[in-house]
């Protein structure tokens, strides 16, 4: 996450609120004992408020939650929510391709699957399934009628996930052209590279 949209912290930090540590904190103490550099951490999210006043803070990318005190952590901005892009192998195996930040009304979960389908999961519970179009990479909604607004808000997660897979894969194709012509150049000797 390049973005650090930081939000006042005179801004009481609520349930949901997504997080990151402050600035001149080298990291967070994990519940086994070992020290997590905020690079690990990832944002964090806002499980509850403890009577002493301190958060209990579930970090994204570490995956384990801890008590922090408010003045450890910035907010980031109020209106932004996190939609999280997995990849699911044929076995049901998930990766985790990134982390995007969009002006939603709720988080998302979105699951990339096999034989263009998206699983579109909201943090309440809720979800949807999309198919994607083969041939122009978009998001095809199975409604006729207007949709709700969790289902148009499932509608722009879906199309979030779209674009950074497809800027993932373009990525990784670039990536996987110039290795190949570097294998090339390499006096006819074989080189395996894989890009995951």
């Not at 301190?54 to 801890?66: K, N, Q, R």
Request: glycine share 8%.
């Amino acid at each position: 996450m390049d973005e650090r949209q930081v939000q006042d912290t005179s801004v009481p930090l609520t349930c949901g609120a997504l997080v990151i540590l402050a600035d001149d904190l080298v990291g967070v103490q994990a519940p086994d004992g070992t020290l997590i550099v905020a690079a690990r951490l990832g944002p964090g999210l806002v499980q509850a408020h403890a009577a002493d006043g301190t958060l209990s803070i579930h970090w994204l990318d570490a995956d384990f939650t801890t008590p922090m005190v408010v003045a450890d952590v910035h907010s980031l901005a109020a209106d932004q929510r996190l939609v999280s892009v997995w990849r699911c192998g044929p076995q049901g195996r998930r990766k985790l391709l990134g982390r995007r930040l969009a002006a939603l009304q709720h988080h998302w979960a979105v699951e990339l699957r096999p034989h263009g389908l998206l699983r579109v999961l909201q943090a309440e519970g809720s979800c949807w399934t999309f198919r994607i179009n083969s041939v122009t990479h978009e998001v095809d909604p199975p409604w006729i009628e207007a949709p709700t607004d969790d289902s148009a808000e499932a509608l722009v997660a879906a199309d979030v996930a779209c674009a950074a897979a497809d800027r993932l894969t373009e990525v990784g194709g670039c990536i996987t052209m110039v290795l190949r012509h570097f294998a090339v150049l390499v006096g006819g000797q074989k080189w395996a590279f894989s890009i995951r």
